[in-house]
């Protein structure tokens, strides 16, 4: 098991990769996170989770350079049957610990946080999705217990305004893309880590 990133340093990395990531395509997040907020409204969530994995794939191009569309957020229809058993699979247990005072649903929610991102990096089945997310949120607690907290301030605001949502629900995407390629120890793709590929697209100064 990898040491803990240091809290400041963590959110300070995934704010600024996060708003760099954004701010540099901007048109095409925003198109993404239309699509995504539609067609899970329309599908009455159905289509929600599968939509998520291909925004994250989008994200995952993107920091490596490699080019995106947004219509790749279709992509994640790829992991479609994957995708839905996660989000039945959270949506239950959050429904059930949430009988139990609240705090075992959000505990359930914050563990889980980053299954979908483990389908599109990792290509892993429901459990294991699971499995991985529980990983990485137990050996970063608190990096990603503030983080969330953050996040669903942002969320916050942005549903408090209509046209915020264009601007908070692809930041919050982006984050947690960033948030996972600096949590997770192991390679994402080629033999590289998430640390080395991040580096590649944002050089330190």
Same mark, same amino acid.
């Given at each position: 098991?990898?040491?803990?990133?240091?809290?400041?340093?963590?959110?300070?990395?995934?704010?600024?990769?996060?708003?760099?990531?954004?701010?540099?395509?901007?048109?095409?997040?925003?198109?993404?996170?239309?699509?995504?907020?539609? &067609?899970?409204?329309?599908?009455?969530?159905?289509?929600?989770? $599968?939509?998520?994995?291909g925004? %994250?794939?989008?994200?995952?191009?993107?920091?490596r350079?490699?080019?995106?569309?947004?219509?790749?957020?279709?992509?994640?229809?790829?992991?479609?049957?994957?995708? #839905?058993?996660?989000m039945?699979?959270?949506? %239950?247990?959050?429904? #059930?610990?949430?009988?139990?005072?609240?705090? $075992?649903?959000?505990? #359930?929610?914050?563990?889980?946080?980053?299954?979908?991102?483990? #389908?599109?990096?990792?290509?892993?089945?429901?459990?294991?999705?699971?499995?991985?997310?529980?990983?990485?949120?137990?050996?970063?607690?608190?990096?990603?217990?503030?983080?969330s907290?953050?996040?669903?301030?942002?969320?916050?605001?942005?549903?408090?305004?209509?046209?915020?949502? &264009? &601007?908070?629900?692809?930041?919050?995407?982006?984050?947690?893309?960033?948030?996972?390629?600096?949590?997770?120890?192991?390679?994402?793709?080629?033999?590289?880590?998430?640390?080395?590929?991040?580096?590649?697209?944002?050089?330190? $100064?």
């Amino acid at each position: 098991m990898e040491a803990s990133e240091p809290l400041e340093p963590f959110l300070k990395a995934v704010g600024e990769q996060t708003w760099k990531a954004f701010t540099s395509d901007a048109l095409l997040y925003v198109l993404a996170s239309v699509a995504l907020s539609l &067609l899970t409204v329309l599908t009455l969530g159905v289509l929600g989770a $599968p939509l998520a994995v291909g925004f %994250v794939k989008i994200v995952r191009s993107r920091r490596r350079g490699e080019p995106a569309a947004w219509t790749d957020i279709f992509s994640g229809f790829q992991h479609f049957l994957v995708s #839905i058993i996660v989000m039945v699979l959270v949506v %239950v247990a959050i429904l #059930i610990g949430s009988l139990f005072l609240i705090v $075992p649903g959000l505990l #359930i929610a914050l563990f889980t946080i980053f299954a979908l991102p483990a #389908i599109a990096y990792e290509d892993t089945g429901p459990f294991d999705a699971i499995v991985r997310s529980f990983e990485i949120v137990k050996d970063n607690f608190l990096n990603v217990l503030l983080l969330s907290l953050v996040l669903s301030v942002v969320q916050g605001v942005g549903g408090a305004v209509l046209v915020g949502m &264009l &601007l908070t629900t692809p930041l919050t995407m982006i984050a947690l893309t960033v948030a996972y390629e600096r949590l997770t120890p192991r390679p994402a793709s080629g033999g590289h880590s998430p640390h080395v590929l991040a580096a590649q697209v944002d050089p330190a $100064p």
